[in-house]
Nanobody
Framework: VQLQASGGGLVQAGGSLRLSCAAS????????VGWFRQAPGKQREFVAV????????YYADSVKGRFTISRDNAKTTVYLQMNALKPEDAAVYYC???????????????WGQGTQVTVSS
């Protein structure tokens, strides 16, 4: 499964961005999909995950209430709507597909290439 993350960019604090994670195969709909992020000098951290059906979602406390993860299996795409962005949200964001609703990187088998999010204060 090849994943393509896109939608990153430069936004002012308080602004919004929507990231997309597009998959190359229809079987993508069988996978749980997570978003992670990594800022310079920091470890990769969990952001959000959505179950294969879209029926279950989990968020890191740091983004709860501001970010929304969703998916459109017909389009083999998962989205991360990010609102009320803060400078500390700046990072490279990665999407990943796996078989468990994991908050850990090792719970995922396939990774996208990452998309840069920059938030100016």
């Amino acid at each position: 499964v090849q994943l393509q993350a896109s939608g990153g960019g430069l936004v002012q604090a308080g602004g919004s961005l929507r990231l997309s994670c597009a998959a190359s195969v229809p079987t993508f709909s069988r996978y749980d999909v997570g978003w992670f992020r990594q800022a310079p000098g920091k470890q990769r951290e969990f952001v959000a995950v959505v179950s294969w059906s879209g029926g279950s979602t989990y968020y890191a406390d740091s983004v709860k209430g501001r970010f929304t993860i969703s998916r459109d299996n017909a389009k083999t795409t998962v989205y991360l709507q990010m609102n009320a962005l803060k400078p500390e949200d700046a990072a490279v964001y990665y999407c990943a597909a796996g078989w468990t609703l994991s908050t850990l990187s090792r719970g995922y088998d396939y990774w996208g290439q990452g998309t840069q999010v920059t938030v100016s204060s």
